[in-house]
């Protein structure tokens, strides 16, 4: 089903980091709403879905605005101290409607013109790549990190049948680290994965980020709870994946491939550098 578009005028486009985020100084999100609707998406718990008719997935708002508020929030931000975006939050900057509308496009290159003094990209789409020109001319200031939350597709279409292939999300990150771009894969929020699966990220990166229901979801688990996501694994036969514990197993697969140095867990992954 398509979602629903509209656009839409917004106040401002940079709100201030907090919660889990509270290491940025701002978060930025191009669009409310998000078309890839993963089930356990935790967004679906705050005000701005819950407070909707259509359900969660089935509409996206375009801050049409936004490039011309990041024009004058971005500098007047930088005169109050150092300026870290996480962009997004609480949708995906490259969902399919980037296609059309090129906002995250615009916005970076306006953060081209008020650069942050850090970006932090964070989508499950292969678009991101349509703008390595783009991120390469933000040099060490951005990273971009890429949701692999597991490495089978069977899996991937139980949680999220309408976020885009797995496979194509390993290339897109091979395609950005060779264009130099800083990147990291984001194991988040852990899904069921094979054993191959730290071998498969090696190959394409050299950072990675592990999180799962119970660190990452702003709520010690329990939004995750009230969105029904332990009985969609009850109902496959994986509960065993269900559990505070199951991080520590992929932690210690991944350590067979990658220094302690290159894993980060939950929040630490998404921090700005010092
Ligand atoms: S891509 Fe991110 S924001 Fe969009 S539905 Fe999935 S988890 Fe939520």
């Known amino acids: 089903m398509k979602p629903s578009i509209q656009s839409r005028t917004s106040r401002t486009i940079l709100t201030k980091g907090s919660g889990f985020l509270n290491g940025y ?16 998406c935790y967004v ?28 004058k929030e971005v500098p007047k931000a930088k005169k109050k101290g150092k300026v870290s975006i ?41 678009l991101v790549t349509r703008d390595i020109d783009l991120l390469k001319k933000l040099g060490n200031n951005v990273l971009v990190s890429m949701t ?10 139980i949680f999220a049948p309408q976020a885009p292939p797995i496979p194509a999300r390993l290339k897109a990150l091979k395609e950005l680290r060779d264009a130099g771009i800083p990147v990291q894969a984001a194991i988040a929020p852990l899904l ?30 329990k939004r995750t709870e009230q969105l029904g996501i332990r009985k969609q694994f009850e109902e496959h036969g994986l509960s065993d994946w269900y559990d505070r514990k199951a991080y520590l197993k992929i932690k210690k697969r991944l350590l067979e491939k990658y220094s302690e140095g290159n894993i980060f867990i939950s929040q630490e992954g998404f921090y700005p550098p010092e």
Not at 25 to 40: I, R
Not at 113 to 124: A, G, H, K, M, W
């Open 86 to 126: 996480f962009m997004s939050s609480s949708t995906d900057p490259y969902q399919p409607i980037e296609y059309k509308t090129e906002l995250t496009r615009n916005l970076l290159e306006a953060m081209i013109e008020e650069t942050p003094d850090f970006l932090f990209l964070q989508t499950r789409s292969p």
């Open 148 to 157: 692999v939350e597991t490495d089978l597709e069977s899996v991937r279409k």
């Open 192 to 221: 069921p994965c094979s054993e191959e699966f730290p071998e498969k990220l090696h190959q394409t990166v050299n950072r990675v980020t592990l999180d799962d229901f119970f660190m990452g979801d702003g709520s010690g688990g």
């Open 25 to 40: 100084s701002h978060t930025l999100n191009p669009y409310a709403g998000c078309a890839f609707g993963c089930s356990y």
């Open 44 to 71: 679906r718990r705050m005000p701005i879905a819950l407070f909707r008719e259509e359900d969660w997935g089935e509409w996206v708002d375009i801050k049409e605005n936004g490039v011309a508020l990041l024009k």
